[in-house]
C-alpha cells in the first residue's frame, strides 16, 4: 500500500466518522416528539372504550380478534411473535406488491424486490414479472387520471 493509499483511506475513514457524528449530534438536537398527534387524539385514543382499527380496512374490531372479520388482515397484538400468524402478515405485504394500490416509488419497489428474493429464492423472478405488471398498471393509471395518455409508440401525450 503506497503513503497516498494509506493517506486516502484515513481521510476517507475521517470524513465518514464527521459524518455520522454529525449525524447523531442532528438526532440528539432534534425535538422528541413522542406522537404525531394532537392532545385531542392522544385523549380519544386512551379512552377506555377506544377500539382498535385495521391497519388496512380502518374497521374497528375487537381488541381479542387475531385476524379483521372485514378484510381478513392479522390483528393480534401477537403476530410479530407467532411465526403461524407471521405466515399471513407477509403474505398480505407480498400480495399488495402485485394486486394492490401502492405508492409507487424505487423504495416501495425495492423492498417488494429484496422482501421476494428472501421469501421465495428461485421464484423470485415469478414474483417479479407480476410485481412490475402491477407498477405499470399503477403507473398509467396514474398517468390518465392526470389526463396524459400514452401512444403506441410509448411517448406521452397530453390531451
Keep these: 500500500m503506497t503513503p497516498e ?8 475513514v475521517g470524513f ?3 459524518g455520522c457524528w454529525q449525524l447523531i449530534q442532528w438526532f440528539r438536537k432534534a425535538p422528541v416528539t413522542p406522537n404525531p398527534w394532537d392532545e385531542k387524539t392522544e385523549e380519544s ?7 382498535p382499527l385495521c391497519r388496512r380496512c380502518l374497521e374497528s374490531h375487537h381488541p381479542d380478534a387475531r ?14 411473535l407467532s411465526p403461524f400468524h ?19 416509488n424505487w423504495l416501495t419497489v425495492t423492498g417488494f424486490v429484496l422482501l421476494s428474493m428472501i421469501q421465495y429464492l428461485v421464484f423470485a423472478p415469478f414474483y417479479w414479472f407480476f410485481l ?6 399503477l403507473q398509467t393509471e396514474s398517468l390518465s387520471s392526470h389526463g396524459i395518455n400514452e401512444n403506441s409508440s410509448g411517448t406521452k401525450e397530453h390531451e
Excluded: E, H, I
Excluded at 493509499?5 to 476517507?12: A, H, P, R, S
Excluded at 378484510?71 to 410479530?80: A, K, Q
Excluded at 407471521?86 to 409507487?104: K, N, S, Y
Design 132 to 137: 412490475l405488471r402491477n407498477v405499470r398498471r
Design 45 to 51: 385514543l386512551n379512552q377506555p372504550d377506544a377500539m
Design 16 to 18: 465518514s466518522l464527521w
Design 86 to 104: 407471521q405466515v399471513f402478515a407477509l403474505g398480505d405485504v407480498l400480495l399488495t406488491g402485485t394486486q394492490r394500490r401502492f405508492p409507487v
Design 5 to 12: 493509499d494509506k493517506l486516502l483511506t484515513v481521510t476517507l
Design 67 to 80: 385476524y379483521c372479520s372485514n378484510c381478513g388482515l392479522p390483528v393480534d397484538s401477537m403476530v410479530p
